[in-house]
């Protein structure tokens, strides 16, 4: 059994077809997605997928990089009452991203201190979106790391080193489409990662695995993933799939 860690299912590319994707999924043994939120916005779509699928669809509650905005506190706030009101399954999706707009660096280093707060509060781990920001977001989990914060560097395409502080850090990294792209150039640092600091991701509708590059991505490509780590570090598939399986498992507490 696989478990997609990073989906976002519940965007407006699935609305035509979500009852085959999922079905489409669990025949390809990925039977259970953990689905982040981005923003206020999403929440409402989040819950009902969730709801449709409570055996395989878990959500977790947070406020993305790039929709830090003039707004961000009430964006916050929202984030936090829902924290308070049931279960979710991690914080995130949070960080820092420094691709799209500098603008409000300081606002999203602050929205991202704020849920790593709140992950220690609840228990739960912490999704961390770092795209052109690694080195930063490393610093910040070291700085707030008391032995009691876990979570998932999600989308993880850094060096040797930056595997190597995020294993220090006792965090781990979801490794998805884009170590299947040729140019990429991961296979040293997916090598080097050990299986006890990985899982897998897709970030379904986005960043498909060769061969479907380009096109929305599916939690039902995971094991496309899993065969190119297999690949890199010579183990089976089948002992990939356990122990990312294993891991995802242990982290979220399912």
Known sequence: MY???????YLEQFD?????????AIKSEVKRIFLPNIDSTTIERLHNLEASYPDNCFAMMGLHPCSVKE??????????????Q???YGIGETG???????TFREEQIYSFEQQIVWAKEFDLPVIIHSRDSLDLTIEIIAKHQDG?????????????????KVVDLNFMMGLG??????KANLEEMVRFMPISNMVLETDAPYLAPTPYRGKRNESSYIPIVAEKVAQFKNMQLYEV???????ARDLFGI
């Not at 820092?96 to 500098?102: A, G, P, S, V």
């Open 3 to 9: 478990i997609d860690s990073h989906a976002h299912l």
């Open 96 to 102: 820092i991203d420094l691709y799209w707009d500098k």
């Open 71 to 84: 707004n961000f506190e009430t964006e916050l706030s929202i984030v936090k009452h829902n924290l308070s």
């Open 148 to 164: 009691k914060l876990k979570g998932i560097f999600h989308c993880f395409n850094g060096t040797v080193d930056q595997c190597k």
């Open 177 to 182: 489409g884009v170590i299947t792209f040729k």
């Open 86 to 88: 049931r279960k979710y």
């Open 16 to 24: 035509e077809d979500i009852d085959v994707v999922i079905n489409t």
């Open 241 to 247: 799939a356990s122990s990312t399986t294993r891991n």
